[in-house]
């Protein structure tokens, strides 16, 4: 089973605790800040695109990509029926690819995670080849701590109204992956319950490691917060938030 084919569906119920507004607000207050003027805006990893058509909403020209057709499918048909113009775009985040530079490049809710070290260089690479001179690379990524403390071996449940789902994590201290088996049930017309199973994995990325690579790409780390808010992270960080720009001058 692919990754995201049948998990597409019910992506938005699962994710429904997401604080997405609040995400919204923080990329808008760090675009208004910014120097340059941020009007195209990028997403990789962008999924059901619920914080691509948020930013739609907004009035950013949005590009979504993600390497899942299922999730696209759904995206589009959020984007149609909020009635917003978004370009989805089929493509790995490691190797994807733009008519042009953008203003800025975001990649949320631990796209990133699901990259290993190697990977991670060659989005930020790309990043950088797409990213106009002064424009923002907002994104975030899962902690150590998040894995270690709070997901490993550990079992999670829930019983939505036409679903449900068991979610078993390990996180292998020695590899650096937390490893995630997800069992889910949803009920189609007939009111019977299929089962589904998926197996995903994320990879820690150090803070070290992530300024390490940002400067091997030439991106400039300009901050870090504790999961979109206006605090700093700290040991006890789940989810870090990176502020990255993009000081080099393109060839026109």
């Known amino acids: ?54 930013l739609a909403h907004a009035g950013y020209e949005m590009i979504g990509i993600d390497l899942s057709e299922h999730m696209l499918m759904v995206a589009r048909e959020k984007a149609s029926e909020e009635h917003v113009d978004i370009l989805f775009l089929q493509q790995d985040m490691t190797k994807f690819e733009l008519f042009g530079t953008v203003d800025a490049i975001i990649a949320t809710c631990d796209s990133l995670n ?38 490993h071996n550990q079992t999670f449940s829930e019983i939505g109204e036409d679903f449900a789902y068991i979610w078993e994590n390990h996180y292998n201290e020695k590899t650096k992956t937390n490893e ?15 089962r589904f199973d998926e197996d995903h994995t994320e990879h820690v990325h150090s803070n070290e490691k992530v300024k390490e690579l940002l400067k091997k790409a030439k991106l400039t780390f300009v901050d870090t ?13 789940e989810r870090i938030t990176y502020i990255v720009k993009n000081l080099n001058e393109k060839q026109r």
């Open 180 to 194: 995630y088996g997800i069992t889910f049930f949803v009920e189609d017309e007939s009111e019977q319950y299929t």
């Open 225 to 237: 917060f504790d999961d979109y808010s206006d605090k700093p992270h700290h040991n006890q960080t």
């Open 1 to 54: 089973m692919s990754q995201y084919e049948d998990f597409a569906y019910i992506y938005d119920e699962l994710m429904s605790d997401v604080e997405y507004e609040k995400w919204t607000e923080f990329m808008k207050d760090h675009f208004n800040q910014n120097d340059k003027k941020i009007e195209m805006i990028a997403e990789l990893g962008c999924g059901t695109g619920t914080m691509t058509t948020a």
């Open 114 to 151: 699901y990259v290993n070290e190697e990977e991670l260089l060659k989005v930020f690479k790309l990043v950088e080849n797409y990213l106009n001179q002064g424009g923002l690379f907002i994104f975030d990524l899962n902690t150590e701590y998040k894995f270690k403390e709070i997901y």
